[in-house]
Nanobody, 115 residues
Framework: QVQLVESGGGLVQPGGSLRLSCAASGTIFSANVMGWYRQAPGKQRELVAT???????NYADSVKGRFTISRTNAKNTVYLQMGSLKPEDTAVYYC?????????WGQGTQVTVSS
């Protein structure tokens, strides 16, 4: 079955950077869309960024200019380069992939921005 495995979360100081990675396995099909969502304590899960297999990207206004999403189609892997991190970026970050019209989710990786 399809599995998404995230890595790269952790603790970082305000203004710092982190890079998240997510690899999809268990399928021979390329994901049509891959992306990242996040959920902070007491809040709903929200979109961070998405990228199509053609390279079109979409970002939440709150991360534009600070985060960059990219992917390697051949490996069904998506990345999120996060910069100028703020305490309000603290959340569990979830990877998602749409493969053959079905959505899959990773288990999440914690990102904490604190001094």
């Amino acid at each position: 079955q399809v599995q998404l495995v995230e890595s790269g979360g952790g603790l970082v100081q305000p203004g710092g950077s982190l890079r998240l990675s997510c690899a999809a396995s268990g399928t021979i099909f390329s994901a049509n869309v891959m992306g990242w969502y996040r959920q902070a304590p007491g809040k709903q899960r929200e979109l961070v960024a998405t990228i199509t297999n053609g390279g079109s990207t979409n970002y939440a206004d709150s991360v534009k200019g600070r985060f960059t999403i990219s992917r390697t189609n051949a490996k069904n892997t998506v990345y999120l380069q996060m910069g100028s991190l703020k305490p309000e970026d603290t959340a569990v970050y979830y990877c998602t992939a749409r493969i053959v019209a079905k959505d899959y989710w990773g288990q999440g990786t914690q990102v904490t921005v604190s001094s």
